[in-house]
T-cell receptor
Framework: GAVVSQHPSWVICKSGTSVKIECRSL??????MFWYRQFPKQSLMLMAT?????????EQGVEKDKFLINHASLTLSTLTVTSAHPEDSSFYIC???????????FGQGTRLTVV | AQSVTQLGSHVSVSEGALVLLRCNYS??????LFWYVQYPNQGLQLLLK??????LVKGINGFEAEFKKSETSFHLTKPSAHMSDAAEYFC?????????????FGTGTRLLVSP
């Protein structure tokens, strides 16, 4: 299957700082990328969907100004958690989908800890 | 709206025993259904998918699932469990209603395999 690389795999930051997470499709062009959040021992919650070159579509209840998503190229999307607080600590996972394909491929996830 | 229900947050089996993880879906239109596996602190790996072709779908690592429209089910099975199968398993659904864009995940089932 296709490969999606997410970086970093884990990050610790101080409250009030911003953190950027990258999601790259390594061997295909990802017209659509998805960002999920996963709380411990729970399922994945879709945060937003981004199509290359356009603004992300956020799910209800997700703060756009808090979680900035950029999908500037067909192989890269970034999620920036701005002014992070301890409650933002979570496991963030991206997935990428090629146009015309039903299947999305997942990155390995990023464990964010805000102290 | 689409949804999936995974019965049993935990399933315990002995090594060599049959694995059965249950998934029931709700969808007003023909669904595409997926099973993913997640190991600790990692992303999701696709095990298998149903996309309206054969109702019995074979996936990786000896897993298979059968789509039963009359029962709105897509249960995951494996004839003989291996220790390495211990992980979290997620069932997910998508459909034409969202342009096959959005995956809706179940709450997950943790498979425990004992020697």
């Amino acid at each position: 299957g296709a490969v999606v690389s997410q970086h970093p795999s884990w990050v610790i930051c101080k409250s009030g700082t911003s953190v950027k997470i990258e999601c790259r499709s390594l061997d295909f062009q990802a017209t659509t990328m998805f960002w999920y959040r996963q709380f411990p021992k729970q399922s994945l919650m879709l945060m937003a969907t981004s199509n290359e070159g356009s603004k992300a579509t956020y799910e209800q209840g997700v703060e756009k100004d808090k979680f900035l998503i950029n999908h500037a190229s067909l192989t890269l999307s970034t999620l920036t958690v701005t002014s992070a607080h301890p409650e933002d600590s979570s496991f963030y996972i991206c997935s990428a989908r090629e146009a015309g394909h039903g299947e999305a491929f997942f990155g390995q996830g990023t464990r964010l800890t805000v102290v | 709206a689409q949804s999936v229900t995974q019965l049993g947050s935990h399933v315990s089996v002995s090594e060599g025993a049959l694995v059965l993880l249950r998934c029931n879906y709700s969808s007003s239109v023909p669904p595409y259904l997926f099973w993913y596996v997640q190991y600790p602190n990692q992303g999701l790996q696709l095990l298998l998918k149903y996309t309206s072709a054969a109702t019995l779908v074979k996936g990786i690592n000896g897993f298979e699932a059968e789509f039963k429209k009359s029962e709105t089910s897509f249960h995951l099975t494996k004839p003989s469990a291996h220790m390495s199968d211990a992980a979290e398993y997620f069932c997910a659904v998508t459909s034409m209603n969202t342009g096959f864009q959005k995956l809706v995940f179940g709450t997950g089932t943790r498979l425990l395999v004992s020697p």
